[in-house]
Structures are given as C-alpha cells and as structure tokens.
C-alpha cells in the first residue's frame, strides 16, 4: 500500500481516518513517520499531522520511535513537521537519554531564541523546555530569562504562553 494515498488532502477527517487505519495496521507506522520527514513539505505536513493524532491516541505505539522522531526533527526544515512533532515532547521529553534531552533542549533553545522561528514553534518550545525544566531546575532561570527577552517583541500568542510560562518560574525560582 502507497501510504500517501491515505492523505490526498488536509482535512481534519482525512487525518483522522488515516490515524485511524495506523492504528489498526502497526505495520505501517515506520513508514508514515519517514513520511513526516519527507523532502514532499505537504506530504510531511500531513504526515506529521498523523503521527501527532496516533500519539494522542495511543502514546506506547509512538514511544518507541520518539528518539527517532527527535533525530529527525534536529535536521529537518520543514516547519509543519517540527510545528507538529514538538508537541510529542510536551509529554515525552522525561523518556529521552541524556544525550537526546540535550538535543531537544537545543533544539528548543534555538527555536525559542530565533525570531524567524514560527510562533507556534516558539510556543511549544517554551512548553517542552519548561517540563524539562521540573526534572532539570538547572534550566528554570535560563528559561525564565530567555522568555522575558523575548516577550516585548512578541507576538499575542506568544506572549499568551509566556505568561502562563513565566508565572510559573515565577513561583518556583525562589
């Protein structure tokens, strides 16, 4: 089975439906994540989307795949894909290796320090970094600044989630 052929568009349903078959037939999971990877920015897109849903719906199907998934992520530059992909760390971050927690904390630093990066990648980078920040408090003043930096320059959205960011260090930053 072409794979691709379960995404001929960007629909919420078509996402769902093809998640739902990911779910019922394991086997093609490797090839949907690769998919979210792909070198086709629409494809990976949607792909992406997919991945995102059958974590939503089944995190242990996922979990095996999330270093992967990280790896990926570092050097891909597609914006859907990490716009998509960031919020499997939200809840998977604490899984990682060492060597992998350090990657996605860089990789969510620079998101989080560019302001060429897309909104809702600053965002969720901003999310992930702070549930690192619970089981590494090394980083909570590191965040804390790097969000007060950021924020005037900011976009509503932005600034919506540094709120709830910075309320937070606020009470645990003694």
Request: with cysteine; aromatic share 6%.
């Amino acid at each position: 089975m072409n794979i691709e052929s379960l995404l001929p568009n960007t629909y919420r349903k078509t996402a769902d439906d093809a998640a739902s078959f990911i779910l019922a037939h394991p086997n093609y999971l490797k090839e949907i994540i690769q998919l979210s990877f792909s070198e086709k920015r629409i494809m990976a897109m949607r792909a992406s989307r997919v991945v995102l849903l059958i974590h939503y719906k089944n995190p242990k199907l996922i979990k095996p795949s999330v270093p992967y998934i990280l790896d990926q992520l570092c050097v891909t530059h597609n914006n859907s894909s990490i716009r998509n992909l960031l919020h499997l760390f939200i809840d998977e971050s604490e899984q990682l290796d060492e060597i992998r927690l350090g990657k996605l904390m860089a990789l969510c630093f620079k998101l989080l320090e560019s302001s060429a990066a897309e909104i809702a990648q600053r965002a969720l980078s901003m999310q992930v970094l702070y549930k690192i920040s619970n089981y590494i408090p090394d980083i909570k003043s590191e965040l804390k600044a790097l969000v007060e930096i950021n924020y005037e320059e900011g976009s509503p959205g932005f600034k919506s989630t540094a709120n709830q960011i910075l309320k937070k260090l606020n009470t645990e930053i003694l």
